[in-house]
């Protein structure tokens, strides 16, 4: 029997397992992954893009800034803590945000169970009451198996935006030829892009996720590509629009303004760095090619004829995981909804006396959505979900939630 078993061993269930092992008394917990090893977005990361959040909201600085898990002890243990202060930037590099997950991760390899898949949860019900949890598992062999637990903590459903983003923005085959590469592939297939062709090669760029404008942006950087196409419904990208009273047709990109999803103009101060990085690499690539070779932005789904003319196509082609909704479908009758915690974590409210006082149940999400940032009160979260744990009365009181903003 657990004290508390946590499907999934990401962000927000590392930051469990670090607060666990700071607490007075830690739990009894065990983290059930169904990847091999730890990966948070592998390939993801190109080598310039940063987190949007400073390094203080990482696994722990927030809830215990002495933690010996903070990011500024990783650098520390790296040797890269001045240079980092040197830098003058507070927001770490994404890549090195990754190797600090890794490195925090390999200190609870003990408690956790890699290659083991969660199948569903279902209540332990004794005298009308759920006493416990029991958790279905098969591992990377194929067999079955079950822990039991007093308290679960699962990821927080997918959003219905997280879960539009996933589809495929067109079913139309592209004509014969094409080369299709997958955005998680494209770290890999770099090189091969980069190289000299003749004629140049023209590229298009399909998807929605963050990973696009990232992808674009280091497109844009080589200068021996051709024309480059972006077909999204991430309105953030789309360019300023011809100024005057009748409807114009689909502009060239043309400033360095971007407009948001409100449908207000945003100025140049207003557009986030990458945005006015994508429009004035496109701007230099214009002129440096007089006028030859140039990017287009589509906003849209319809993605079979603005790449009608690319050689080498790169779509997103991301899977969605396993809802947590699917997992929990054995609780329906017993749960009234969901008590909003935090940002990043949600309490399910059972019905009065079906369940014993100590059987939880959490939902906890990161947020890292193309792995951009962690939510900022994940550290705090988790402290909130071990301090749950404790038995009534001992010790437990309500946390102040403190936000500051640099």
């Known amino acids: 029997m657990y004290d508390l078993v946590c499907i999934g061993f990401g962000p927000a269930q590392l930051a469990t397992a670090i607060a666990n092992r700071e607490s007075e008394r830690p739990a009894k917990v065990l983290f059930l992954e169904r990847k091999a090893v730890f ?5 993801a ?3 310039r893009t940063r987190m949007e959040n400073p390094f203080m909201y990482d696994l722990a600085t927030v809830r215990n800034p002495r933690s010996a898990f903070t990011y500024v002890n990783y650098l520390l ?5 001045i240079e980092f202060a040197n830098s003058d930037r507070l927001n770490p ?4 945000f990754e190797d600090y997950l890794r490195w925090c991760a390999e200190q609870f390899e003990d408690h956790v169970r890699y ?7 279902v209540p332990e019900v004794e005298a009308d009451v759920v006493v416990a949890w029991k958790i279905a598992v098969r591992d990377s062999e194929g067999k079955l198996s079950a822990v039991r637990a007093r308290s679960v903590l699962a990821p927080s459903p997918l959003s219905d935006r997280a879960s539009k983003s996933t589809q495929a923005l067109t079913s139309t085959d592209f004509l014969s030829g094409q080369r299709i590469i997958s955005m998680d592939d494209y770290l890999t297939r770099r090189n091969d892009l980069r190289d000299v062709h003749e004629p140049r090669l023209n ?3 399909v998807g929605s996720r963050p990973q696009t404008a990232e992808i674009l942006d280091d497109l844009l950087t080589c200068p021996r590509l051709g024309n480059i196409t972006v077909v999204t419904e991430d309105e953030s990208l789309k360019p300023l629009q011809v100024l005057h009273e009748q409807k114009s047709p689909q502009p060239r990109l043309c400033s360095i303004w971007a407009k948001s999803s409100d449908g207000k103009r945003q100025s140049v101060s207003e557009a986030s760095d990458l945005v006015q990085t994508i429009y004035m690499r496109a701007y230099e690539k214009q002129v440096a090619s007089r006028g030859q070779y140039g990017l287009r932005v589509v906003i849209g789904k319809d993605a079979a004829g603005p790449c009608s003319k690319s050689n080498v196509i790169i779509r997103d082609t991301t899977t969605s995981p396993l809802s947590s909704s699917e997992l929990l479908q054995s609780l329906d009758a017993l749960a009234l909804g969901c008590r909003l915690r935090g940002d990043s974590l949600e309490e399910v409210q059972f019905k009065r006396g079906v369940t014993a006082e100590d059987c939880q149940v959490f939902l906890m999400s990161a947020h890292t959505e193309g792995g ?3 939510a900022k009160d994940v550290a705090v979260m988790a402290g909130q979900v071990v301090k749950a744990l404790s038995p009534k009365g001992e010790g437990r009181r309500d946390a102040t939630m403190v936000q500051a903003r640099i």
């Open 203 to 205: 590229v298009a760029l």
């Open 39 to 43: 990966l948070w977005y592998p390939g």
């Open 93 to 96: 590099l994404r890549a090195e």
């Open 372 to 374: 951009r940032s962690l």
């Open 77 to 81: 243990t790296r040797k890269r803590l």
């Open 115 to 121: 290659g083991n898949e969660v199948l569903k949860i």
């Open 45 to 47: 990361h190109t080598s």
